[in-house]
């Protein structure tokens, strides 16, 4: 049998980025209000949590893919103590300006890759993210796609 996932953008939607265009330190890193709650919930309903990134911060020189990692070993840590176990954290370190890839949303290489990884099944699972791109690459791949206001984890449907 498929799997069911919940993809997630990251900034915006799993952590508040008011005030910063690009988060790679850890103290700049704050979950979102009812994160927890929610991703608790879809887990508990059977779907695989994954988060799709943009990082084009790392093409700009701005930071390393080494600080990107810090950053998801310190969600992780915040989640597993949560009881939260995410997937995978997939993230495009291109940036337009700079290297031409079909990785960064809204292109859906990342979710092409996770979904045949997993097993997924697209016609049950969702994007969730509060920019256009996440919506544009969400559909590409033929999910259900929803959009939040920045920085509000607001979800009702699933
Ligand atoms: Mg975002
Ligand atoms: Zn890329």
Request: charged share 30%; hydrophobic share 35%.
């Given at each position: ?22 988060i ?13 709650l929610?991703?608790?919930k ?31 070993n ?85």
């Amino acid at each position: 049998m498929k799997n069911k996932a919940i993809f997630l953008d990251r900034d915006g939607v799993i952590n508040n980025d008011v005030g910063h265009y690009y988060i790679y330190k850890k103290d700049d890193f704050k979950l979102n209000e009812n994160v927890i709650l929610n991703l608790k919930k879809f887990q508990k309903n059977g779907f695989l949590l994954i988060i799709i990134s943009n990082q084009g911060g790392i093409s700009k020189g701005i930071y390393e893919k080494k600080d990107v990692e810090k950053v998801h070993n310190f969600l992780k840590k915040i989640f597993e103590k949560n009881g939260i176990f995410l997937k995978e954290i997939y993230y495009c370190p291109h940036h337009n300006d700079f290297e031409n890839c079909i990785c960064r949303k809204p292109d859906s290489l990342l979710l092409e890759k996770a979904i045949s990884r997993f097993n997924i099944d697209v016609s049950k699972s969702y994007f969730v993210g509060d920019s256009e791109r996440d919506i544009i690459a969400g559909k590409k791949v033929g999910m259900k796609t929803i959009k939040i206001e920045k920085n509000k984890f607001k979800i009702s449907i699933i």
